[in-house]
């Protein structure tokens, strides 16, 4: 696992982007012990307009505000896809919800139908962010997995523990390959 990682959480507002980004903050800094900075940007539409959660997770002091490329890279829209993908580092890793994104095939290419599962298999099409942050966890080691769940746990609506315990472990039990 590398030590420093430059992520981008990108898409639509209104599909917990901000949270996510907040959830994998909190359990790097809090639980995992490493050194954080979090950012996120919004357009001025509630939902729909363009959404984004930035984060540098390191074991060492961060010195810059915000990533400039990128590690890992999250899109759950077509515009975000877009518009970030030319920022992904070689050897970057591309994370799509094939169920909303065209993309383009090659390596460290991850699509899944993301919003899919969170509707059919999950039960809720708004635990999507959830789903997602079990397939970040799985595929890249950048939070441990119990530093997650314990994050997630804190910043979630009371009632709402068991989908989104299960959101997580769907996430984190799908199985990866490259699409070249």
Do not use: W
């Amino acid at each position: 696992m590398k030590n420093f990682y430059e992520i981008r959480l990108s898409g639509s507002g209104g599909q917990g982007l901000i949270t996510m980004g907040m959830i994998m903050g909190e359990a790097a800094a809090l639980f995992d012990h490493k050194y954080v900075v979090q950012t996120q940007s919004y357009g001025p539409e509630a939902r729909g307009g363009a959404c984004k959660a930035e984060l540098i997770i390191s074991n060492s002091r961060v010195n810059n505000p915000k990533p400039i490329t990128v590690d890992i890279l999250l899109t759950l829209s077509q515009p975000a896809y877009d518009k970030y993908i030319p920022d992904v580092k070689p050897g970057g890793i591309v994370i799509i919800d094939s169920s909303l994104v065209k993309y383009k095939k090659g390596k460290g290419v991850y699509p899944l139908p993301i919003t899919t599962f969170a509707e059919k298999d999950i039960g809720l099409k708004v635990t999507a962010n959830v789903v997602a942050l079990g397939i970040i966890c799985s595929l890249t080691k950048v939070v441990s997995y119990n530093a997650l769940e314990r994050a997630l746990l804190n910043r979630i609506p009371p009632g709402t523990e068991n989908i989104n315990k299960k959101a997580l472990s769907f996430g984190k039990s799908l199985k990866f390959k490259d699409n070249i």
